[in-house]
């Protein structure tokens, strides 16, 4: 019968949190939560600062302030963490210690932090090397015969796989945008709070692919070189590159169609491509003002 059921504004509803939850668990598949625990060293009136050396946050990195309490389970007795304050990292830049901006308390009956009481945050995927902001950037640079397909969607993913600081996504924003709003159901857009990204990583690629050349089967020689450009504004800061010299996969030259070929030969690229990128990646190190 007509006019039973959901009307349009429910059917779109259940899409958008269909689609919400899908996310959701894709983005539990990156990885499981770790609590990343810092000790609180420093405590003066409403000014607190932790143990930051040899970790990396974020600007404006969020977590809680946990209590040391004991706690008796059983016969025996035992040291449990309790959440007092959410806070954040102010002014991180690889010091030893870094203070702590407060927020809002958790436990309204005791907010008192004492030395020896933990900042925690959590992570998910790979662990950052540095605080330092970082996002893949063009225009590609491109030499040679031959252009390695979705250079960029694999610079982005090698940072990400090897995290040599923070990193960011800013396409992110406007894509966001375009689907969490009013337009689509949403109350508002999304409120974005990003630091400022200060380094970006260039790819330059030079791939030149040879003459075919046949016996029982045909192959092309191909040299590749993909060096890293770290860049803080419009100067180059370094620049790391690999290169490597190999044959393509196997084909018969007769049977096999030039598009077939095309892309073959564009696997075989691309696969090599992110083995150097991730290498390339790994020697990436940003300048730091407390070395």
């Not at 004492?114 to 790979?126: K, S």
């Not at 923070?166 to 409120?191: C, H, N, Q």
């Not at 692919?209 to 800061?237: F, H, M, P």
Request: proline residues 5%; aromatic residues 6%; contains cysteine.
């Amino acid at each position: 019968m007509r006019g039973i059921g959901p009307g349009p504004d429910e059917r779109r509803e259940v899409v958008i949190k269909n689609a919400l939850t899908d996310l959701g668990k894709k983005l539990a598949q990156i990885g499981e939560v770790r609590r990343d625990r810092a000790e609180i060293v420093s405590v003066n009136d409403s000014t607190y600062q932790i143990n930051s050396q040899g970790r990396a946050y974020s600007e404006r990195q969020q977590g809680v302030i946990l209590h040391k309490v004991s706690a008796r389970v059983g016969k025996e007795k035992r040291e449990i963490l309790m959440p007092l304050l959410e806070a954040s990292v102010k002014d991180y830049s690889g010091q030893k210690t870094t203070s702590l901006t407060i927020g809002l308390p958790i436990d309204t009956s005791n907010s008192k932090v004492a030395i020896g009481d933990v900042f925690e945050i959590l992570r998910i995927g790979t662990t950052p090397r540095s605080g330092a902001s970082v996002a893949a950037c063009g225009p590609i640079e491109s030499l040679g015969n031959t252009r390695t397909p979705a250079l960029m969607e694999m610079t982005s993913a090698a940072l990400g796989q090897r995290m040599p600081g923070m990193l960011y996504a800013p396409d992110a924003v406007p894509l966001t945008d375009g689907v969490i709003g009013e337009a689509s159901g949403f109350v508002r857009k999304f409120p974005w709070n990003l630091a400022p990204v200060v380094y970006c990583i260039q790819p330059v690629e030079r791939v030149t692919v040879g003459a075919e050349q046949c016996s029982a089967q045909c192959d092309r020689q191909i040299q590749a070189r993909y060096t890293l450009r770290i860049k803080k504004g419009e100067e180059i800061l370094s620049r790391i590159g690999f290169e490597s010299q190999y044959k393509s996969t196997g084909y018969y030259g007769k049977s096999t169609v030039p598009d077939q070929v095309k892309r073959l030969l564009a696997v075989d690229v691309m696969d090599e491509a992110f083995g150097l990128l991730e290498k390339s990646v790994e020697k990436v190190v940003f300048p730091s003002s407390n070395p």
